[in-house]
T-cell receptor, first 111, second 113 residues
Framework: DAKTTQPNSMESNEEEPVHLPCNHSTISGTDYIHWYRQLPSQGPEYVIHGLTSNVNNRMASLAIAEDRKSSTLILHRATLRDAAVYYCILRDSGAGNMLTFGGGTRLMVKP | DTAVSQTPKYLVTQMGNDKSIKCEQNLGHDTMYWYKQDSKKFLKIMFSYNNKELIINETVPNRFSPKSPDKAHLNLHINSLELGDSAVYFC????????????FGPGTRLTVT
């Protein structure tokens, strides 16, 4: 399985942008890059996904390197409610399209 | 309405007992999953069902038996509970749209004493 590497934790100030990095140097050509987040005491929540091009949605933006070996999740204005563990995942497009979660990055947002 | 619901939210039981966790999704999805999140917070896939049929069975002891009575339900039955089974169990479902986004339930915290 292709794996991802993320920093264990990051800190941000409220209302400032946050850039969460992810390395996936062994990504294959058909792997999609998914981001999920898990708020305290809740199940994981889908954030965004992409294949090659940068993506934007109401929650975040995803910037994908040209060689696809890394990506960055961008929260444009962090709020206290964005404090969570953020997981960068390569979706296995094989049977079941299962997600393999790594350790994720714990984002702390300071007021 | 909750998209993916699980019952119970908390489950405390003794070693050796048999227990079940129920999961229901009202999203009309074809695929459902069970994940286990241990004390170190790692989330691991356990099972995947598609249209009531088992698709993936990761390395899980056969004391764990998923049952899917219909497309909207995927229950998890655990026999002879052990201390190491203590964890949070999440159910999830996925549609067949292009995004393959998974929707997770709120989790069931199982404590085996």
């Amino acid at each position: 399985d292709a794996k991802t590497t993320q920093p264990n934790s990051m800190e941000s100030n409220e209302e400032e942008p946050v850039h969460l990095p992810c390395n996936h140097s062994t990504i294959s050509g058909t792997d999609y890059i998914h981001w999920y987040r898990q708020l305290p005491s809740q199940g994981p929540e889908y954030v965004i996904h992409g294949l090659t091009s940068n993506v934007n949605n109401r929650m975040a933006s995803l910037a994908i390197a040209e060689d696809r070996k890394s990506s960055t999740l961008i929260l444009h204005r962090a709020t206290l409610r964005d404090a969570a563990v953020y997981y960068c995942i390569l979706r296995d497009s094989g049977a079941g399209n299962m997600l393999t979660f790594g350790g994720g990055t714990r984002l702390m947002v300071k007021p | 309405d909750t998209a993916v619901s699980q019952t119970p939210k908390y489950l405390v039981t003794q070693m050796g007992n048999d227990k079940s966790i129920k999961c229901e999704q009202n999203l009309g999805h074809d695929t459902m999953y069970w994940y286990k999140q241990d004390s170190k917070k790692f989330l691991k896939i356990m099972f995947s069902y598609n249209n009531k049929e088992l698709i993936i069975n990761e390395t899980v002891p056969n004391r764990f038996s998923p049952k899917s009575p219909d497309k909207a339900h995927l229950n998890l039955h655990i026999n002879s509970l052990e201390l190491g089974d203590s964890a949070v169990y999440f159910c999830a479902s996925r549609g067949t749209s292009g995004s393959y986004e998974q929707y997770f339930g709120p989790g069931t915290r199982l404590t085996v004493t």
